[in-house]
């Protein structure tokens, strides 16, 4: 028990900012953190920019030897071949990601993403030495139905049991209901959640793992609430939509220990 997961403040910049955007915005992101002397050994910062960015996202970061990290926000579930359009994780790991996302709610809802796709992709990032971000988050028809945790658990099981017990990944709790609608979870109901879904990790995988899995809050994080979410227990970070495509907004968020312990 008791071991220290480094937060992990995560930047999902959805279809938003080309490839030149990106590098004026990242650029800035770093001078931001540089100069308010942000570590991230404290807390780790990363930027999911749309494919067509990470070429130059991962220049600009290794050229200037940024303190950033960067990740791609889907992939395929196959490596090569007949798939028009369809991204691999080869791919993703030869431009040094980090990270991918997996599963996020717009991708089940617009996609039709199911839990066993969400399940092979994570499985598939793994591979390629891909940190994968699992998404999982119940709807507000869900959260009527079910209450709190039993949607989120169910779709984070299905991956579980695709995993071994060294698997490396995250998972972002994002209930639909907060995504982009300005109205956040309580810090509450988010530890509610995370403390289940660390719990089945427990479960399935072992207390290692799970001691040692980040688990994000997502949903209308911003610097003014992102504290409150930080001070819990089984809160490690937060994947940010919206306030990610400001630079100010974001640097703020990510240095969010200067304001935990104030609200
Ligand atoms: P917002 O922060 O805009 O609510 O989006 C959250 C999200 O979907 C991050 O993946």
Redesign the pocket.
């Known amino acids: 028990m008791g071991v220290a997961r480094t937060p992990l403040i995560a930047g999902?910049w959805?279809m938003n900012l080309d490839h030149l955007q990106a590098i004026a915005f990242v650029q800035k992101l770093a001078w931001s953190l540089r100069d308010a002397k942000h570590s991230s050994n404290e807390v780790e910062v990363a930027v999911f920019p749309p494919f067509t960015d990470l070429r130059s996202v991962q220049t600009l970061i290794a050229a200037d030897k940024l303190e950033l990290a960067h990740g791609a926000q889907d992939l395929s579930a196959h490596d090569s071949g007949a798939y028009t359009g369809e991204i691999s994780g080869a791919f993703l790991s030869a431009l040094s990601c980090r990270y991918v996302?997996i599963g996020?709610?717009?991708r089940r809802q617009y996609h039709h993403e199911d839990d066993a796709l969400v399940a092979k992709k994570t499985v598939a990032a793994l591979r390629h030495g891909v940190t994968p971000v699992v998404?999982v988050g119940e709807s507000a028809e869900d959260l009527a139905e079910h209450g709190p945790s039993a949607v989120p658990v169910a779709q984070l099981r299905v991956v579980l049991d695709e995993l071994t017990t060294d698997a490396e990944f995250v998972v972002?709790y994002?209930p639909v209901w907060?995504?982009?609608?300005g109205q956040?979870a309580t810090p509450e109901q988010a530890q509610q959640v995370c403390s289940a879904l660390r719990a089945t990790i427990a479960e399935t995988l072992g207390d290692d793992t799970a001691d040692r899995t980040r688990i994000l809050y997502?949903?209308?994080?911003k610097s003014g609430n992102i504290a409150g979410f930080m001070n819990q227990s089984d809160v490690d970070g937060a994947?940010?939509?919206?306030?990610?495509l400001d630079v100010d907004e974001f640097s703020a968020i990510a240095r969010f220990p200067k304001h935990v312990g104030t609200v």
Do not use: F, P
Not at 218 to 221: F, H, L, P, T
Not at 239 to 244: H, M, Q, R, T, Y
């Open positions: 999902n959805k996302i996020h709610s717009e998404c972002a994002e907060a995504i982009g609608s956040a997502g949903g209308s994080v994947l940010v939509g919206g306030a990610s």
